[in-house]
């Protein structure tokens, strides 16, 4: 069973950082790609940041520049540094990790994590 575990959420000022930590009960390696979606009250969840087995990457078009999404495979761990945070950036922030063995294709989730920027 794919367990992922996030955490690095909080309250913080605009213009203040957070880093994200998803930590993965197994190999990373293991997954297609992994990423960090969110969603804001009233909005639809969206993909912040994705990155793939090839360490391929990319972003909303609201957090280039921001936000980097990066991995650690020693760790099983993937990231998300948060930079220049903005009140809009405010939302429960999802780990995304997608497998697809056998012609089928698998989703896993965190459990969110609460991002607050205070303006």
């Known amino acids: 069973q794919v367990q992922l575990v996030e955490s690095g959420g909080g309250l913080v000022q605009a213009g203040g950082s957070l880093r994200l930590s998803c930590a993965a009960s197994?190999?990373?390696?293991?997954?297609?790609?992994m990423g960090w979606y969110r969603q804001a009250p009233g909005k639809q969840r969206e993909l912040v940041a994705g990155i793939t087995s090839g360490d391929n990457t990319n972003y909303a078009d609201s957090v280039k520049g921001r936000f980097t999404i990066s991995r650690d495979n020693a760790k099983n761990t993937v990231y998300l540094q948060m930079n220049s945070l903005k009140p809009e950036d405010t939302a429960v922030y999802y780990c995304?990790?997608?497998?697809?063995?056998?012609?089928?294709?698998?989703?896993?989730w965190g459990q969110g994590t609460q991002v607050t920027v205070s303006s």
């Open positions: 995304n990790a997608r497998a697809t063995p056998f012609l089928r294709t698998y989703d896993y």
């Open positions: 197994g190999s990373i390696r293991s997954f297609n790609a």
